[in-house]
């Protein structure tokens, strides 16, 4: 079982940054892929970002030339580095981790810009 716990939301006013964090624990061997997506109430869940073991990434346009995915191997752990944030990417952030033949989702964390 694998648990993911995400962290870094909050508010910020449009044109700031976070970074989001997505720190998995458990019986862990292998990620395969991490990704994030971004969930708006009455909404479906929406790609963000992914990045692969070997670094690949690969992004949503809303998103391309703003947000950088990142992933620190030796923990197991990625990041969200989101810039000049826009009030349209207020949301709950989710991280997703591929184990295969698994995945396992985080609980979320709310980001919030004000306009």
């Known amino acids: 079982q694998v648990e993911l716990v995400e962290s870094g939301g909050g508010l910020v006013q449009a044109g700031g940054s976070l970074r989001l964090s997505c720190v998995p624990s458990?019986?862990?061997?292998?990620?395969?892929?991490m990704r994030w997506y971004r969930q708006v109430p009455g909404k479906q869940r929406e790609y963000v970002a992914a990045i692969t073991s070997d670094g690949s990434t690969n992004y949503a346009d809303s998103v391309k030339g703003r947000f950088t995915i990142s992933r620190d191997n030796a923990k197991n752990t990625v990041y969200l580095q989101m810039n000049s944030l826009k009030p349209d990417d207020t949301a709950v952030y989710y991280c997703?981790?591929?184990?295969?033949?698994?995945?396992?989702w985080g609980q979320g964390t709310q980001v919030t810009v004000s306009s």
């Open positions: 458990g019986s862990i061997v292998t990620i395969n892929a």
């Open positions: 997703y981790a591929l184990v295969l033949p698994r995945v396992y």
